[in-house]
């Protein structure tokens, strides 16, 4: 499928607030996803959000969604260093594939102390 | 404990020999999905299965062969097809239906030399 974007990298100091971005690439995608995967291990769902929805709290993570612009970002309130990992952004574009996620290539974060 | 497990964790192989990476869930999902990860890489598709005696080619299915003669089992065969083998990789698992969250075990990273 076509790429979604995200930036490779970001670091933050901990504490300090993480603001995550994604370009998904198809408008009909009915749900947009953040996974964080830890070195060596999994994936972890972290949040969801369905396309009708522009904003989605969950105690420390906010996603918010611009559709207009395919725009998703993720923010990591008061970030620990135990947030440090990779987190990707993944869109399901249809049906067509049983529901199979296209995913970003992934953003590293950094948490620094 | 509900769960995805893959094993084992860590294999190797030479080059030449065909490889069967395990994955098995106790949730009672209908749906279940290979992907690889290479490293800077988001996750790329390689099989799928929404049902027990079916499944179907994902993006890169060449060299890849599945199974799924149970609902909890879903082994991916490595044939000596596949160009580059080395990889980690993932299987995840979805309720069926309509329900979207999609679930990862813990990955089994290949190495073939």
């Known amino acids: 499928g076509e790429d979604v974007e995200q930036s490779l990298f970001l670091s933050v100091r901990e504490g300090d607030s993480s603001v995550i971005n994604c370009t998904y690439t198809d408008s009909s995608s009915t749900y947009l996803y953040w996974y964080k995967q830890e070195p060596g291990a999994g994936l972890q769902l972290l949040t969801y959000?369905?396309?009708?929805?522009d904003m989605k709290q969950d105690q420390r993570l906010t996603v918010l969604l611009n559709k207009k612009d395919k725009h998703l970002s993720l923010r990591i309130a008061d970030t620990q260093t135990g947030d440090s990992a990779i987190y990707f952004c993944?869109?399901?574009?249809?049906?067509?594939?049983?529901?199979?996620?296209?995913f970003g290539k992934g953003t590293s974060l950094l948490v620094t102390p | 404990d509900g769960g995805i497990t893959q094993s084992p964790k860590y294999l190797f192989r030479k080059e030449g020999q065909n490889v069967t990476l395990s994955c098995e869930q106790n949730?009672?999902?209908?749906?279940m999905y290979w992907y690889r990860q290479d490293p800077g890489q988001g996750l790329r598709l390689i099989y799928y299965s929404q049902i027990v005696n079916d499944f179907q080619k994902g993006d890169i299915a060449e060299g890849y062969s599945v199974s799924r003669e149970k609902k909890e089992s879903f082994p991916l065969t490595v044939t000596s097809a596949q160009k580059n083998p080395t990889a980690f990789y993932l299987c995840a698992s979805r309720v069926g239906g309509t329900a979207r969250e999609q679930y990862f075990g813990p990955g089994t990273r290949l190495t073939v030399t």
């Open positions: 949730l009672n999902h209908d749906a």
């Open positions: 959000i369905f396309s009708n929805m």
């Open positions: 993944a869109e399901d574009p249809n049906s067509n594939s049983g529901y199979a996620l296209n």
